[in-house]
T-cell receptor, first 116, second 111 residues
Framework: GAVVSQHPSRVICKSGTSVKIECRSLDFQATTMFWYRQFPKQSLMLMATSNEGSKATYEQGVEKDKFLINHASLTLSTLTVTSAHPEDSSFYIC????????????FGQGTRLTVV | QKEVEQNSGPLSVPEGAIASLNCTYSDRGSQSFFWYRQYSGKSPELIMSIYSNGDKEDGRFTAQLNKASQYVSLLIRDSQPSDSATYLCAVRISGNEKLTFGTGTRLTIIP
């Protein structure tokens, strides 16, 4: 399958600081990228969908000013958690897809964020 | 009714047996169907995709789709302990980019 690289895999930050997570599609052009968060023993929760060159579409209840998403190119999307708090500690995972019709979506390795 | 439903398990299967995982979906406009495997603490990994009615086989895995019954399943033959994981069913509705996931079925293969 296609390769999606997510960085960093783990990050610990102080409360009030911001953290940027990168998601790259290494061997295909990702027209659409998705950002999820997952709490322990729970299912994936979609945070937002981003298309290259346009603003991200956020799911209901997700604060767009807190979770800034940029999809500047067909191979890179970033998620910035601004003014992080302990309750933002979670597993953040990106996914990338090259299209809509009969195309697969591949996940990055995930980023475990711990806010102290 | 949830959009994508899976039995949460846990489902326990002896090593070497066939594991059968089931998923139902509510939207008849659903067009693409996927099975992902997720090990604890890791991100999901795509196992199978299926887009038309019938069976699709890849190694020990077979995906089955029945759009009339709104049902998709995953069979794992010759189950191995390394197959122990949570299996997520995902569905894409026609014209929509995003995937809708089920809550996952936790599978344990007993040696």
């Amino acid at each position: 399958g296609a390769v999606v690289s997510q960085h960093p895999s783990r990050v610990i930050c102080k409360s009030g600081t911001s953290v940027k997570i990168e998601c790259r599609s290494l061997d295909f052009q990702a027209t659409t990228m998705f950002w999820y968060r997952q709490f322990p023993k729970q299912s994936l929760m979609l945070m937002a969908t981003s298309n290259e060159g346009s603003k991200a579409t956020y799911e209901q209840g997700v604060e767009k000013d807190k979770f800034l998403i940029n999809h500047a190119s067909l191979t890179l999307s970033t998620l910035t958690v601004t003014s992080a708090h302990p309750e933002d500690s979670s597993f953040y995972i990106c996914s990338a897809s090259a299209g809509v019709v009969n195309t697969e979506a591949f996940f990055g390795q995930g980023t475990r964020l711990t806010v102290v | 009714q949830k959009e994508v439903e899976q039995n949460s398990g846990p489902l326990s299967v002896p090593e070497g047996a066939i594991a059968s995982l089931n998923c139902t979906y509510s939207d008849r406009g659903s067009q693409s169907f996927f099975w992902y495997r997720q090990y604890s603490g890791k991100s999901p990994e795509l196992i199978m995709s299926i887009y038309s009615n019938g069976d699709k086989e890849d190694g020990r895995f077979t995906a089955q789709l029945n759009k009339a019954s709104q049902y998709v399943s995953l069979l794992i033959r010759d189950s191995q302990p390394s197959d122990s994981a949570t299996y997520l069913c995902a569905v894409r509705i026609s014209g929509n980019e995003k995937l809708t996931f089920g809550t996952g079925t936790r599978l344990t293969i007993i040696p």
